[in-house]
T-cell receptor, first 114, second 112 residues
Framework: NAGVMQNPRHLVRRRGQEARLRCSPM?????VYWYRQLPEEGLKFMVY????????ESGMPKERFSAEFPKEGPSILRIQQVVRGDSAAYFC????????????FGSGTQLSVL | GESVGLHLPTLSVQEGDNSIINCAYS??????FIWYKQESGKGPQFIID?????DKRQGQRVTVLLNKTVKHLSLQIAATQPGDSAVYFC???????????FGKGITLSVRP
């Protein structure tokens, strides 16, 4: 019973490039959440998606960031024209229900922008 | 604004001793709380949760206490082991459609 799978584990991009982070939720989970973590900080909510729908994107920057969770395949967090300030660990979590309880987290993607 | 915060950034304990990690929350409407453990290079791992209609919940070697009067949450780890060394986060949820809000985290260091 695989957990939440994220890839890549580490991603290095130069300023101005695009970053695509992938997340496959746990089997049977249709709710996906993306969080960002800066060094020595807590996790900050970015976006909550259910299959093919964005439920809450109140934590997403208005520009350059987008997320999707298609009917087939993993959820994708996309960052266009990355800047150094985007460097962080990005975690995906999934849950079975919409109550947002007992989130199960992946191991994260560490994004480094040069 | 509403926030979840931890009193101390680091905690050092002797192996075998009990650990107590404290957390203060400010949203009186929060009705669900979780403690997560995060080891280096890994994602947060669920430890234990508690609803606001309870004041204590026990797991294996861990106990969570909730004091709604002073909006305080604590995690007690019995007989702390080296494997307990990690960053611990408290998180709160207020309502079914709200987002899980994390505190800043506290580092637990276990001395052999």
């Amino acid at each position: 019973n695989a957990g939440v799978m994220q890839n890549p584990r580490h991603l290095v991009r130069r300023r101005g490039q695009e970053a695509r982070l992938r997340c496959s939720p746990m089997k049977g989970h249709s709710h996906v959440y993306w969080y960002r973590q800066l060094p020595e900080e807590g996790l900050k909510f970015m976006v909550y998606l259910q299959k093919e729908n964005i439920i809450d994107e109140s934590g997403m920057p208005k520009e350059r960031f987008s997320a999707e969770f298609p009917k087939e395949g993993p959820s994708i967090l996309r960052i266009q024209q990355v800047v150094r300030g985007d460097s962080a660990a990005y975690f995906c979590a999934s849950s079975k229900t919409a109550t947002n309880e007992k989130l199960f987290f992946g191991s994260g993607t560490q994004l480094s922008v040069l | 604004g509403e926030s979840v915060g931890l009193h101390l950034p680091t905690l050092s304990v002797q192996e075998g001793d009990n650990s107590i990690i404290n957390c203060a929350y400010s949203n009186s409407a929060s009705d669900y709380f979780i403690w997560y453990k995060q080891e280096s290079g890994k994602g947060p791992q669920f430890i234990i949760d508690i609803r606001s209609n309870m004041d204590k919940r026990q797991g294996q070697r861990v106990t969570v206490l909730l004091n709604k009067t002073v909006k305080h949450l604590s995690l007690q780890i019995a007989a702390t082991q080296p494997g307990d060394s990690a960053v611990y986060f408290c998180a709160e949820l207020s309502g079914a459609n709200s987002k899980l809000t994390f505190g800043k985290g506290i580092t637990l260091s276990v001395r052999p």
